[in-house]
């Protein structure tokens, strides 16, 4: 199993909601619904495939994510079915809704990033952050079957490639594809320096 071949294994949208626009990706796993709840919400696991959180982690309760700063208050909390998160109060990242379902074999999951169409959704497009729930529903992956090994070059790959995936769901939804193309390149360009 290799970074890049996680590629595949995700379904990408724009999605619409209101005055918010986002970025919804799904895919299965061959845990079991159990499994990746637990992954998704013990502090000790999700250090190990996302990153640190405290805080009050129950239905009402604030979070902090102590690597990126982004901090909320958790929603919705039904155990192994929908976790939904006002996600970073302090700005305007929107709201984050993880939801778990049967699949054949094991468990779909569903994230919802939403947030304002900005200047930055402008200016980046899905992108921006499709790259970073693709790379966290990667490192989910590699978590459940304890392999975290990567190829030289296949950071740089998976970010290009990912970005690519975006730019034509973007234009799936009726953006111009060479302005599609250009917020694809964009992101690639901040993601890679």
Do not use: K
């Not at 845990?31 to 990153?51: C, K, M």
């Not at 290009?160 to 799936?172: G, M, P, T, Y």
């Amino acid at each position: 199993m290799n970074l890049v071949d996680q590629i595949p294994l995700v379904e990408r949208r724009v999605v619409r909601e209101g005055a918010g626009v986002g970025v919804e990706l799904s895919r299965s796993y061959a845990a079991s619904a159990a499994d990746l709840w637990d992954a998704l919400t013990d502090p000790h696991r999700l250090e190990h495939w996302f990153e640190p959180v405290g805080g009050e982690l129950s239905e009402g309760g604030r979070f902090q994510l102590t690597g990126s700063g982004v901090s909320g208050t958790i929603l919705t909390c039904t155990p192994e079915e929908c976790l939904l998160l006002n996600w970073d109060d302090t700005g305007d990242l929107g709201t984050v809704e993880i939801t778990l379902s049967p699949a054949d074999p094991g468990t779909l999951i569903t994230v919802t990033h939403l947030g304002a169409a900005d200047e930055h959704w402008d200016t980046y497009g899905p992108a921006a952050g499709g790259i970073g729930w693709d790379s966290s529903l990667a490192a989910l992956d590699f978590h459940l079957a304890m392999e975290t090994d990567s190829q030289e070059g296949e950071e740089e790959t998976f970010i290009r490639e990912v970005a690519q995936a975006w730019s034509q769901a973007l234009a799936d939804v009726g953006v111009d594809p060479t302005e599609a193309q250009a917020r694809a390149d964009r992101t690639i360009a901040f993601y890679l320096g």
